[in-house]
């Protein structure tokens, strides 16, 4: 087995996927186990998203739709853009993918050569480092500190800058931390990526799913940023949609030049029924999205006061998406064996802190895209084992 892709065997397998199937499997075996393990909304997708695809499926929308996107979509897209997050960029500088995660794979393919360097905000989602690393580009683990709730300044960009960067994932709302850039942190990154000529790629994805009064900046909207921002988000968060596989990128042009090389050579493009559902989603009414977030609020409010409880766990009040990022401060566990502990003694699964970068050890992630009920019977069991762990 020594020969098979280096590249491959030297990365991890997705722990959020992994732990989510895990999850399912036990469940499936008659396990009673609550998942807070996967962020996937248990919300159905909108009506009326489903009905455009089946309408579209009826009317024979079967076959290779455009590599690139349905003209429509890319359209839907652009215009998304510049209305609620002030970037302008034309139809033909969006790709539609099957999925986020592939937007952000082009994105790196497109932008890397072998040694390059790619910094990456921990903690941070599990598949940006293997992102980086499976094109051939070295990871630079830039951990934020944890007693200052993951904050980002120019000073810890700069400390990891070399002459070999070449751009900067990042991703706010945050998965897993649930922190939104502010202000002042938007400031610093489009300063540092000015100063350095770095790219950004702004994982947007959770945009939407803002709590108290947090405001979400798109970094390609900021001064001398559209030449360098790639924009990438989807339907998978916002509508509920993440089993239609949809997402996309918005880049400058030759980026998208590039990407849709590896785009026909792979996938060659997002389903066409998908895409379909896309158009209806971002040309229709938008009051799910709100009615959703209304609901992630109330959950969100439900567990932040539950935990202040329990004692035996932090919990820093999330600014954003959909995803709480707790520690046990008086817990000599790390936080793999806090999971373990959850799932053999509370049968909680969750994602341990590690999973996101060595900023994240000593923290879980609970993800609240998750029943209410759910949550209830999970806070139970938590009061019963965590003050033990
Ligand atoms: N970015 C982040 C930060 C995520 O958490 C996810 C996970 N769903 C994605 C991108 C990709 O999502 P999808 O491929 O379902 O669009
Ligand atoms: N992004 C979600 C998560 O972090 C879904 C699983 C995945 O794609 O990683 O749980």
Not at 286 to 307: G, K
């Amino acid at each position: 087995m020594n020969n098979l892709s280096h590249l491959l065997r030297g990365i991890p397998p997705s722990a959020t996927v992994a732990i989510s199937d895990k999850a399912r499997a036990l469940k499936a075996q008659g396990r009673d186990v609550i998942a807070l393990a996967g962020g996937d909304p248990d919300f159905k997708t909108p009506q009326h998203i489903i009905d455009a695809a089946i309408k579209a499926m009826n009317a024979g929308d079967t076959n290779y739709p455009p590599a690139q996107g349905k003209p429509k979509l890319l359209e839907a897209v652009a215009a998304k853009l510049e209305r609620e997050n002030g970037v302008k960029v034309s139809p033909s500088q969006v790709i539609v993918t099957p999925g986020g995660k592939w937007a952000l794979y082009l994105a790196i393919a497109a932008l890397v050569n072998p040694g390059d360097e790619v910094m990456i905000l921990e903690p941070a989602w599990v598949s940006y480092d293997p992102i980086v690393s499976l094109n051939g580009a070295v990871p630079v683990h830039v951990s934020l500190p944890n007693d200052q709730n993951f904050l980002v300044t120019e000073e810890i960009l700069r400390q990891h800058l070399s002459p070999k960067t070449k751009a900067i994932m990042v991703n706010s709302p945050s998965n897993p931390t649930g922190r939104v850039l502010t202000r002042g942190e938007v400031d610093a990154i489009v300063k540092v990526a000015n100063a350095a000529d770095l790219y950004v790629i702004s994982d947007e994805i959770y945009e939407y799913l803002l709590f108290d009064g947090a405001v979400h900046y798109s970094l390609a909207a900021e001064p001398g940023m559209a030449e360098r921002t790639i924009t990438i988000n989807g339907f998978s968060k916002a509508y509920a949609m993440t089993g239609w596989r949809l997402g996309w990128l918005a880049a400058p042009q030759p980026i998208v030049k590039l990407a849709m090389k590896l785009q026909t050579h792979s996938v060659t493009s997002a389903a066409s029924f998908s895409m379909a559902a896309g158009i209806a989603a971002l040309n229709g009414p938008q009051d799910c999205i709100q009615e959703m977030v209304a609901s992630y609020a109330a959950r969100r409010r439900f567990m932040l006061d539950a935990l202040a409880e329990i004692p035996g766990i932090a919990c820093a009040p999330i600014e954003g998406a959909f995803y709480l990022f707790p520690s046990f401060p008086h817990s000599t566990l790390n936080s793999v064996q806090v999971a373990d502990a959850l799932l053999e003694k509370a049968d909680i699964a969750c994602t341990p802190g590690i999973e996101f970068g060595a900023a994240g050890e000593g923290h879980v992630r609970f993800s609240i895209a998750t029943a209410m009920s759910d949550l209830e019977r999970a806070v139970e069991r938590l009061a019963r084992v965590v003050p033990g762990l």
